[in-house]
Nanobody
Framework: QVQLVESGGGLVQAGGSLRLSCAASGVFSAADNMGWYRQGSGKPREWVATITKLGITTYLASVKGRFTVSRDNAKNTVFLQMNSLNPEDTGVYYC???????????WGQGTQVTVSS
């Protein structure tokens, strides 16, 4: 069974930075896509960023230029470097990984990111 374990959330002041990590276990092949979603209080979960196995990245418009998603295929790990954080970035951040041939779509448990003004 695929499991995703996240780390790196916390409290930071506006303008600060955080780096999230997410490691997949229980599977030997690299995920086709890995990425991040977030959910603010009282808001629906929204997609933030995705990186393919080949390293192609896409971003939510509001984080482009501030956030960078990267991955280590050998370790099945995905990272999210978040710079110039603002209070609107506050929320629970969830890691996601998909293996299309296997039909697996895994989620992490979520990690809280709080940006104070």
């Amino acid at each position: 069974q695929v499991q995703l374990v996240e780390s790196g959330g916390g409290l930071v002041q506006a303008g600060g930075s955080l780096r999230l990590s997410c490691a997949a276990s229980g599977v030997f092949s690299a995920a086709d896509n890995m990425g991040w979603y977030r959910q603010g209080s009282g808001k629906p979960r929204e997609w933030v960023a995705t990186i393919t196995k080949l390293g192609i990245t896409t971003y939510l418009a509001s984080v482009k230029g501030r956030f960078t998603v990267s991955r280590d295929n050998a370790k099945n790990t995905v990272f999210l470097q978040m710079n110039s954080l603002n209070p609107e970035d506050t929320g629970v951040y969830y890691c996601n990984a998909r293996w299309y041939s296997r039909g697996d779509n895994a989620w992490g448990q979520g990690t809280q990111v709080t940006v104070s003004s």
